[in-house]
DNA sequence: ACAAAAGTGTTCTCGATACACCCATGC
DNA sequence: GCATGGGTGTATCGAGAACACTTTTGT
C-alpha cells in the first residue's frame, strides 16, 4: 500500500492550470468543482500530480483534457507555487501554467476526475481552494502585460476572425477602449495577419473582413 | 534506511541557482565543481534538494549560502525544469532561479557540497552538469529582457555607484555600446537615484559623483 | 429610414536617437 | 602637458495618441 520509498522525504509535485477565455465580453476563466477533500465541493484550478514518466507541459495537457476534455490550448508556464503549507495533506509543490483559447471551441464536459466545469467571469469567482487565488491573480497580470510585446492574445480569437473581435480582446483585457483606427493600424503594421477572403455574414451592419494568422499556431514577440 | 513511503511515486525537487555578477567588464556566472556523481567533477550551477519545511526561494538561498557562503543577492524564480529524464539517479525537478550581484562584495569560497567555486566569464564556460546550460541560456535571455523594463541592473552595483559604472552594466548585458549623454538623461529621469554626496577618488581622471538608490532594495517596474 | 458596426488619414506630441566639446584629476 | 574618463545640451526623427466621417448591411 506504501510501495515507493525514498531515503530523504519527496514532496509530490503537481500541475495547475488557469485557462482563460473571452465570455460574453468578459475574461473568464474555467474552474472544476472537487470531488474530494481537501476543499471537497469547492471550485479549483484544474490539474492534478505529474507522473513518473511525463513532462510538466505533458501533465498539464492531459490533466486539462481529462478533467475537462479541452485539448489544443496556447499553454505556457506560469510559476512555481511551492509553501510548504499551501496544501493541508502533505508537502505539494504546484508548477503553475496558463492557457488560452477561444471560448466557442470548447465544450467543457465534467471529466472522471471533477463533479463540474464551468466558465466563471473573473469578476464573480467563487471561493476557490489552496492558494488558487494567487495563481490566478499572477495568469492575469501576466497575461496583461503579455499583450503588449506578444501575439498571445490572437489564441483567445477564432482562427479566423475580425478585427473588430480581437480589439475586443485586447479592451477586456487592458479594461480599457482603444482606438479603432490606431488599433487597426497597429495590427496590420504586425504583418503577421492574412484576409481569409471571405466576410462576416448575417450580422445586422457592414460585414467584416475575416483575418487569419499567416503562421497559425506561432507565437510572437514584438519590438 | 528508506523510511519516506508514499502512496505513488514522488519526484525529488531541487532548485538551481544562476547567479550573475559582472566581472572584468564580462557578465560572469558563479559556478560549483561538482565532489560526487552524476556529473562528478564537472562544474554544475549550484543548488540542491528542497527541505520538507522550507519555501522554494529559502531553498535557493540556503543552497547558495551553504555551498558559496554568498547571501544577499537579488533574487527571482526562473523556470521550473521538468523533463523526466533530466537526471540520470531518478525523476528530479529543478525550480530555478536567477540571481544577481555585484562581485567585489562577494568573496566565494567552498562549503560543504562543493570542491570548488568559482566565477566563469559566460564567454569562456567549461561543460556543465545536467540541462544547466539550458537553464543559464533562458536566464541570460530573461536578464536581457528585464534590463528594458525594470531596475534589475541595480543589483549588479555596489551600493553606491558612479553613472558610468552603471552604464557599463548596461552595455555589458545588451552587448553594444550606449550613448553616455542619452544614457545618463534616460537614468536620472527616473528619479529612482539620490547623490551619495561623494564622488570616486584615487583615480586617473576627474572624480565621478557617486549615487545611491533612493530606495536601496526595491524592484522598479518601468513604463 | 434607421441602427449598427466596418472601414479609412492626418495632425500632434513626446520620447528616443544622434552628435562634440570642455572639465577635473593623476601621472 | 597629456591621458583618462566625467560631465553637459540641442536638433531630428518616428512611434503612439487624438480625432470624425462615410460605407455596407439587416430590419
Redesign the interface.
Known sequence: ?????????????TTDIALFTILEDKLAILLIRRRSPPFQHCWALPGG??E?????ENCALRELAEETGITGVYLE?L??F???DRDPRE?I?S?AYYALAPADILAPVAGSDAAEVCWFALDALPDLAFDHPDILCLAQQRLRTKLDYSTIAFSLVNETFTLGELQKVYEIIRGEPLDKRNFRKYILSLNLLAESGASQHGCNHRPAKLYRLAQPGTLHYLR
Open positions: 500500500m506504501a510501495p515507493f520509498c525514498y531515503d530523504y522525504p519527496h514532496p509530490a509535485v500530480f505529474v513518473p514518466d511525463e513532462g510538466l508556464q510559476y512555481t511551492g509553501q510548504p508537502r509543490i508548477v
